[in-house]
């Protein structure tokens, strides 16, 4: 058989979004690339969080898991992660196995010699079980993907890939434990007032989490979007939501919803995607939500926010006294994180 010699010319990323196409889980998620929460059912998000919780409880009674044992997860970051980056690799730890990562990040990696982004994931693929790529480009994760599947057979490794973030696309790992937070919190994904608050345009959590929410089916739930006209929600994920037939509104003015709000979510305005800073300055504290404002928000409601925060939670003496509100759940849903991301490696590599 005369060997296949095709280059693989650099493209644009954008041109993967076509390439490749996600799978989607229905109820195995074995050997499959987490590319896009567009992947999810309703079932699969049970599966996936009752696994979670039981991973949490385990861990409460300091049970030993072992059923990552053998298995290694190397984080691909092209741009900064804190939550994210610590929260897979506590996980993988967690569940047995064990993390490698390029010993100086990604920029003294082979990537400053001019490597192509198609030979990084590569090479990350021949060290890894699971690669977990974060990415400013849209559709680089899908990229990712492509090429990891070129892979197959050519070498004993058999990665998969998870996208933890491309750019202002999609962030589906935190939709999943934004998701789980709800469950944990609200008992479910229906009948819900989901307000979410900041910067619709970039911020790529809150574009997960809505269309996570749209194909879980949520019934009775409406969807509240609330940004400066500047930051709205972009129009691919609104037609999204309308497709799935979910209730959804937008408005500039948060008093005009906090107070029917069963969840609110807050978000960061997205300073790094920016071309104009002055644009960034001014529309950087549109929504500030502070104990004042919780004054005017359901006893029962939770306030989430993917973090970091900057100013949004107003100054820190104000932040440090919103801490100290119990409907502030933040460091719960940051530590949700640890469980899904455990459940979700054990799951596609195949091990619970
Ligand atoms: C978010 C991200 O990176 O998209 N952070 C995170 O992963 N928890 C939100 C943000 O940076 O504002």
Redesign the pocket.
């Known amino acids: 058989m005369p060997v296949n010699m095709e280059r693989y010319e650099p493209r644009e990323f954008s041109d993967f979004l076509e390439r490749y196409i996600p799978e989607l889980i229905n109820g195995s998620f074995e050997g499959k690339h987490i590319v896009s929460v567009e992947q999810f059912r309703r079932n699969d998000l049970n599966q996936l969080f009752e696994l979670a919780f039981d991973f949490r409880e385990a861990v409460k009674n300091e049970e030993i898991i072992e059923v990552g044992k053998g298995k290694t997860m190397a984080a691909l970051f092209y ?1 900064p ?4 980056d610590m929260s897979f690799q506590s996980a993988m730890v967690t569940i047995g196995g064990d993390v490698n990562a390029a010993s100086n990040g990604v920029d003294f990696s082979s990537v400053s010699k001019g490597e192509t982004f198609a030979d990084t994931v590569r090479a990350f693929g021949c060290y890894a079980d699971v690669v977990v790529l ?1 990415h400013p480009t849209v559709g680089s994760s899908y990229e990712a993907a492509y090429y990891l599947d070129r892979l197959n057979g050519t070498i004993i490794n058999n990665p998969v890939l998870i996208n ?2 491309d750019g202002p696309g999609e ?1 589906p790992t ?1 939709a999943l434990l934004d998701a789980m937070t709800i469950v944990d919190f609200k008992g479910g994904f229906d009948g819900l007032n989901i307000t979410m608050v900041g ?1 619709l345009k970039y ?3 809150v574009k997960s989490l809505s269309k996570l929410f749209a194909l879980c089916e949520a019934q009775d739930t409406r969807i509240q979007l609330v940004s400066p006209k500047a930051l709205r929600m972009t129009e691919d994920v609104l037609s999204f939501l309308s497709d799935h037939n979910i209730d959804f509104s937008e408005t500039e003015d948060l008093e005009e919803v906090i107070g029917e709000s069963d969840v609110i979510y807050l ?2 305005v ?1 300073k790094e995607r920016f071309d104009d800073q002055d644009e960034y300055e001014r529309l950087k504290d549109s929504y500030i939500i502070t104990p004042s404002v919780m004054e005017r928000a359901k006893e029962e409601a939770i306030l989430m926010h ?3 925060r900057v100013s949004e939670m107003g100054s820190a003496a104000e932040q440090d006294l919103l801490d100290k509100d119990p409907r502030l759940v933040i460091f719960q849903q ?1 530590e949700n ?1 640890r469980w899904v991301r455990m459940a979700l490696m054990a799951k596609v590599l195949g091990v619970a």
């Open positions: 741009e992660s804190t939550r994210t974060r933890g973030g962030h935190q910067d911020g790529r959590t978000t960061r997205q993917p973090l970091p940051m994180g």
